[in-house]
């Protein structure tokens, strides 16, 4: 095996990398615009024309082909716990290191309005959990009830107190509901178990991207089975932290990623007390996925740019509120739309300054005086003070002058005195796109995966 080719289906872009895995080299990074809409496969084969300027028809053949898709934003999942600092918490830190977006997260007694929004979502996905082991049953039981029950025709995942695994799945098999029963995701306190639910998510996952027009063709050039794209991105993050048995790692980092219509932050490394404070909530994972779907930099513009942040904007910018009012509203009703003066470019910035700054203090924990005598302080959340590396990808970064300003939004500043924030970080760019690429390539090679990571990540002075 010479040649590497590992190809992205997303929503906007079908991307490409090949690598040249004797030399260690990145060969090609592109992107066409994606088909996935329309017949995956075209999208597909424009890249595969791109691959054929750089190797052989012979190389092409006998290249090993890898594949990760995000197209239509992955899988939608609904999240039903108990409490929202620790089951529901669980359950969408499951969900979403498994590559879903989560579009509804609820806590407690499911109301019937609830379950109406349920019923009407677009939702494909549903994660019932709650109750350690041997603890709380009464309340798991009637959402189980009410969802078997209920009009919503999408798999449910039950991950909570294992006394109630065999009623669960009678209540639902007679309601003809397609239920999974998985291990307790937090069978006691302090304790998080989340491969069991991952696994039948990427399982589901894999059901879904069969939905993809095109795929059967798709998948049939592919040595592995479509991988969801933060899963990719989540073993490269995890890779570059840590290193590999001949090259030392980065250590504690955050990737943060700017698009269209969400900003996914990344983090890895260990959730450590906060100079002794006391950790309560649900356990933080080393490699730690958040996607706010209200922040982009096109459709979900508004959302970044809500009142409270606009007045502040439009005064940095020095131009009238309604006029950025305006160019927020041009950006969310034209996704494709391109800056066409400096002033609409720093708009631009603007935006993605703001994206990054909101997205990371979602992503941090918080620390908070404690009123008791066995401690001073407690810490919910992740502890993200040892961070030293932040890396921005997506075309927002990638392409911007100012690259530096936006993520320096991540940084802790003197209006975050609970946040769990870096005080200073180092700033990289993932100039070839290949945090995927390198997350498909983990699996069959480390070294190699990371000495390409390693060549694509520019550090910006």
């Known amino acids: 095996m010479r040649h590497v080719i590992t190809v992205d289906f997303g929503s906007t872009f079908t991307k490409i990398v090949v690598i040249d ?11 066409v615009p994606s088909s996935v809409g329309t017949d995956a496969s075209i999208g597909l084969e424009h890249c595969f024309e791109l691959a054929k300027t750089v190797i052989s028809e012979k190389e092409f053949e006998n290249a090993l082909k890898l594949a990760s898709s995000s197209a239509a934003g ?10 929202n600092s620790l089951s529901t918490l669980a359950g969408g830190s499951a969900a979403l290191s498994a590559g879903a977006k989560i579009i509804a997260n609820y806590s407690g007694l ?32 009637e959402n189980a009830n009410m969802l078997a029950q209920s009009k919503v025709n999408v798999p449910i995942i039950y991950s909570g107190n294992s006394v109630l695994d065999k009623e669960i799945r009678r209540i639902m098999e007679t309601h003809k509901k397609q239920c999974f029963i998985i291990e307790n995701i937090i069978p006691k306190l302090g304790m998080l178990n989340v491969k069991p639910t991952q696994n039948v998510i990427r399982n589901l996952f894999l059901d879904h991207i069969t939905d993809m ?17 933060p899963v990719a991105v989540l073993a490269a993050g995890e890779l570059l932290n840590r290193g590999t048995g001949s090259q030392e790692g980065l250590g504690p980092l955050l990737i943060i990623d700017v698009g269209g219509a969400t900003t996914d932050v990344y983090s890895f490394n260990e959730n450590k007390s906060y100079q002794g404070a006391k950790v309560i909530g649900c356990e933080e994972p080393f490699g730690k996925r958040t996607v706010e779907g209200d922040l982009g930099m096109r ?19 020095q131009i009238a509120e ?4 305006s160019s927020i509203r041009t950006r969310t009703q034209h996704i494709d739309y391109l800056p066409d003066s400096e002033m609409e470019a720093r708009i631009d910035d603007r935006i993605a300054k703001t994206a990054v700054y909101v997205a990371t203090r979602r992503h941090a924990g918080t620390i908070s005086p404690s009123y008791s005598k066995k401690c001073q302080n407690i810490q919910s959340g992740k ?5 030293s590396t932040v890396i921005g990808t997506g075309g927002i970064l990638v392409h911007n002058q100012h690259p530096i300003e936006i993520l320096q939004s991540a940084e802790k500043n003197s209006r975050d005195e609970d946040a769990l924030l870096p005080e200073k970080v180092n ?35």
């Open 74 to 83: 992955g899988l939608r999942m609904s999240v039903i716990g108990l409490t």
């Open 21 to 31: 895995v004797e030399k260690r080299k990145i060969l090609l990074s592109g992107k």
């Open 427 to 461: 700033i990289y760019l993932d100039t070839e796109y290949v945090l995927f690429s390198a997350g498909l390539l983990k699996e069959i090679d480390e070294d190699i995966a990371f000495e390409i990571m390693m060549k694509s990540i520019r550090r910006c002075e």
């Open 299 to 317: 459709e979900s513009s508004s959302g970044v740019m809500k009142e409270s942040y606009l007045s502040a904007a439009a005064e940095e910018l």
């Open 322 to 325: 309604d006029l950025l009012r």
């Open 110 to 141: 499911l109301t019937e309005k609830e379950l109406t929004e349920l019923e009407k979502s677009d939702t494909e996905i549903i994660l019932l959990c709650g109750g350690y082991e041997h603890g709380n049953t009464s309340l798991v039981w």
């Open 383 to 387: 502890n993200l003070t040892e961070v």
């Open 213 to 229: 027009k095109g795929f059967n063709v798709v998948k049939k050039e592919f040595n592995n089975p479509l991988v969801p794209t």
